[in-house]
């Protein structure tokens, strides 16, 4: 990727222009009039130098207008650069906006679909599903190159990886899995490498850099563009890392925050770009950076974001995600380029699975109606069919489908057995008794029916 011209700073720009002697100028640029989002958007002097500025002006004063105006919008974070000089943000109406959308349907008691929302087998369900997809897609930015079967396959049967881009999948699997079920409200730097250690294992040329954040001994890694062949990211040195990553863990507890305020979605995106600032690992730092954000939404109510792969999406343009970090370091640290980048993938995440479900909402509708005109079945069957299909990992038997219906245990076989005969249940021992679930493929072969 090409690299972004490196933007002016205010101090250069005012020192350029008070040495022109050039009052009217001045006036304008400071009057006032110049938003923080030329054109309706929050651009990089990258982009602006390329725009007609407006009317007296040239793009060096238009940039320094709107640095002013951004300026006082801007908060320092805790995050600094090598020479000590601080990231910050600001919380353009472009922002505010998106995270209004993500507060609207990502947090709280929200109105989604019964298939989310309903059945624990049923949110079981789109959960894992969603675990899967995010695995793979992560796995899939950093290089796996499997396909989406084959992974689904690998993580669904339990089999050992093939290779290193299974041996990936099943990592990023794994902590997703660690994330959500074994670390608690409070981020550790020792939770960070132990996520990374889950991350990468087995996968690393040097297993010895498993969990474990890089030393004076180590060479330094840097990011590479191969395409290119520079430098496009030199992170800061390592006996910072240990000190650094304290205070990396102190923001994402809400510790650093003296007496502001940090919006928890923008906190978990600015803990994301920390880590992938830091890229304290010798490898797995943008994995484990992905699955900290995950962490962090999580822990803070965003229940529906272990329902979406922002991976996916970033996937679909890897160069934009690149771009938000590049923005963020050429232009005197400003994280909001990133955040907003960010913003728009969690929106365009949900988005999409909001579609996806009234999707499969209107699958179910017509199904029902199917099963209901279906002269196939008694009403007794038809009842069940009905709640499997929703309900997939629900199990019956001869004891349970009696009490729904108050039917002896022979009517119950003669409903049963049939489905189980008719292939859309499986019939299954367990003990003295049999179990009866639906079929994986219960809605296709419904429709069929």
Known sequence: MKLPLKAPTVQEMVEKLSGRGMPDTIVKVLSGTVGTTPGGAYRHWDTLRHMAPPDGLTPEQWWLAVKFARQPLLRDLPLTDPTGSSFSYCMPD????????????????????????????????????????????SSQLEGASTTRPVAKELIRSGRAPKDRSERMIVNNYRA???????????????????LQR?????????????????????????????????????PPPADELA?????????????????????????????????????????????????????????????????????????????KYLRAFLHTESDERDTTYFILYHLDVIC?????????????????????????NSDQFNYRQLA????????????????SHPRG????????????????????????????RYVFTPVPDLPERLRRT
């Open 198 to 234: 889950i991350v990468t294992e087995g996968t690393l040329d040097n297993p010895d850099a498993a969990g474990r954040i890089q030393t004076t001994d180590d060479e330094r890694v840097v990011v590479w563009d191969e395409e290119e062949g520079q430098t496009i990211h030199r």
């Open 348 to 372: 365009r995440a949900i988005k999409e699975f909001r579609t996806y479900l009234a999707r499969k909402m209107d699958e179910v509708r017509e199904t029902e109606k199917s099963i209901r």
């Open 176 to 194: 997703m899995e660690f994330i959500r079920d074994d670390v608690g409200d409070v981020l550790t730097p020792d939770i960070v490498r132990e």
């Open 384 to 399: 069940l069919l009905g709640k499997a299909f929703r309900h997939q990992l629900r199990r019956y038997s001869f004891a």
């Open 94 to 137: 472009a922002a505010l906006a998106l995270l209004h959308q993500v507060d609207q349907h990502a947090a709280g008691e929200i109105s989604m679909p019964e298939v989310v929302t309903g059945d624990t087998s049923a949110r079981s369900h789109y959960l894992v599903n969603s675990l899967i997809e995010e695995a793979i897609r």
């Open 405 to 432: 219906h108050n039917v002896s245990n022979q009517t119950a076989r003669s409903d049963l057995i049939p489905l189980d005969e008719h292939g859309l249940l499986t019939r299954q021992r367990i003990g003295h």
């Open 243 to 319: 000190h650094r990553m304290e205070l990396m863990c102190r923001f994402a507890n809400g510790e650093e925050d003296g007496d502001g305020f940090i919006h928890p979605v923008v906190r978990a995106i600015l803990l994301h770009f920390w880590l992938a600032y830091e890229h304290p690992f010798e490898d797995g730092n943008g994995r484990t950076a992905r699955a900290l954000f995950y962490w962090s939404m999580r822990t803070q109510g965003y229940w529906l974001i272990e329902y979406l792969s922002i991976s996916r999406i970033i996937r679909q343009g890897s160069s």
